[in-house]
């Protein structure tokens, strides 16, 4: 829809200069007025963000910032000529919350998803360092993301009781990247089970989806390729199986669903790999 509207804008500037300095004038006013309104939309964001309070918390889902995000991630996944093939969608919860569980390989993962599940109200856990990224930050805050420290127990552990209970006041679903980091090499980590308290606290199901190929996306940009990325849902466990198993034994179905999906060579033998000690090897996509 953004970039539509840039493309009017666009279109509307050359035609004006057209008919101030003649036909030959439409071309460059063309590339001049998109230029022009993608800077504008870029300026908006900027200026929608410097308006957030980080330091007020946020208790309820803002609508203007949700409906913003989407927006900027549809015109950003366009313009890096990004397109998301699906599958399994269908076996989305129709209706109640949810713990929607993902690999994670790039940051776009999270804006792959945002643009697979339109209609869902999203909360995603993100790393504290998120915080005083700018623009990410501020949108991130108005949307009701949580901030986890992963060093500090006891601080993650407010975080999932954060998320706890914004499920049972039906004020969103969460979404969850149990491996704790990015994978450098694209392997599939063993699991903090800690996550999983989420669902089994607020007695909800736990979408289990996986992502592939986002990693690809800038060197594929810079090639002037698209990148087609993909995300499965894979398997949904329902509230009852979730409630009767201990998180450990959910982390190790839930990692054995997404290496169903994904393929041996993804899997991780270690259990515990810091991500500045993992060998960047390559798995085939």
Same mark, same amino acid.
């Given at each position: 829809?953004?970039?539509?509207?840039?493309?009017?804008?666009?279109?509307? %500037?050359?035609?004006?200069?057209?008919?101030?300095?003649?036909?030959?004038? %439409? $071309?460059?006013? !063309?590339?001049?007025?998109?230029?022009?309104?993608?800077?504008?939309?870029?300026? %908006?964001?900027?200026?929608?963000?410097?308006?957030?309070?980080?330091?007020?918390?946020?208790?309820?889902?803002?609508?203007?910032?949700?409906?913003?995000? *989407?927006?900027?991630?549809?015109?950003?996944?366009?313009?890096?000529?990004?397109?998301?093939?699906?599958?399994?969608?269908?076996?989305?919860?129709?209706?109640?919350? !949810?713990?929607?569980? &993902?690999? *994670?390989?790039?940051?776009?993962?999270?804006? #792959?998803?945002?643009?697979? %599940?339109? =209609?869902?109200?999203?909360?995603?856990?993100? =790393?504290?360092?998120? #915080?005083?990224?700018?623009?990410?930050?501020?949108?991130?805050?108005?949307?009701?993301?949580?901030?986890?420290?992963?060093?500090?127990?006891?601080?993650?552990?407010?975080?999932?009781?954060?998320?706890?209970? $914004? $499920?049972?006041?039906?004020?969103?679903?969460?979404?969850? !990247?149990?491996?704790?980091?990015?994978?450098?090499?694209?392997?599939?980590?063993? !699991?903090?089970?800690?996550?999983?308290?989420?669902?089994?606290?607020?007695?909800?199901?736990?979408?289990?989806?996986?992502?592939?190929?986002?990693?690809?996306?800038?060197?594929?940009?810079?090639?002037?390729?698209?990148?087609?990325?993909?995300?499965?849902?894979?398997?949904?466990?329902?509230?009852?199986?979730?409630?009767?198993?201990?998180?450990?034994?959910?982390?190790?179905? #839930?990692?054995?669903?997404? $290496?169903?999906?994904?393929?041996?060579?993804?899997?991780?033998?270690? =259990?515990?790999?810091?991500?500045?000690?993992?060998? &960047?090897?390559?798995? #085939?996509?």
């Amino acid at each position: 829809m953004l970039l539509t509207g840039i493309t009017v804008f666009a279109l509307i %500037f050359a035609v004006i200069m057209a008919l101030l300095g003649g036909l030959l004038a %439409f $071309i460059p006013g !063309f590339i001049a007025g998109w230029i022009g309104g993608l800077l504008l939309v870029a300026l %908006f964001l900027v200026v929608a963000s410097l308006l957030v309070d980080m330091e007020k918390p946020q208790e309820e889902d803002s609508k203007f910032y949700r409906t913003l995000t *989407h927006l900027y991630v549809d015109l950003v996944l366009t313009l890096g000529r990004v397109e998301v093939r699906t599958e399994g969608l269908e076996k989305l919860p129709s209706d109640g919350r !949810f713990l929607l569980v &993902c690999n *994670h390989i790039n940051d776009l993962d999270s804006g #792959v998803i945002l643009k697979c %599940f339109p =209609k869902s109200q999203l909360v995603f856990i993100g =790393k504290r360092e998120i #915080v005083d990224m700018p623009i990410v930050g501020p949108v991130m805050h108005k949307m009701m993301c949580q901030f986890i420290n992963r060093e500090n127990d006891r601080e993650a552990l407010k975080t999932i009781l954060k998320c706890i209970q $914004i $499920i049972k006041e039906d004020k969103a679903s969460v979404v969850v !990247f149990p491996e704790g980091y990015v994978s450098m090499d694209g392997r599939l980590r063993h !699991f903090r089970s800690g996550a999983f308290k989420i669902a089994q606290k607020s007695g909800v199901p736990i979408v289990v989806c996986t992502v592939r190929n986002t990693k690809h996306v800038m060197q594929d940009l810079f090639a002037l390729r698209k990148t087609w990325t993909q995300l499965h849902l894979v398997d949904v466990i329902d509230a009852e199986t979730v409630k009767a198993l201990p998180t450990t034994e959910i982390a190790e179905k #839930v990692y054995e669903i997404m $290496i169903s999906d994904l393929g041996e060579q993804y899997r991780t033998d270690e =259990k515990s790999m810091h991500p500045d000690l993992q060998t &960047c090897i390559d798995p #085939v996509e």
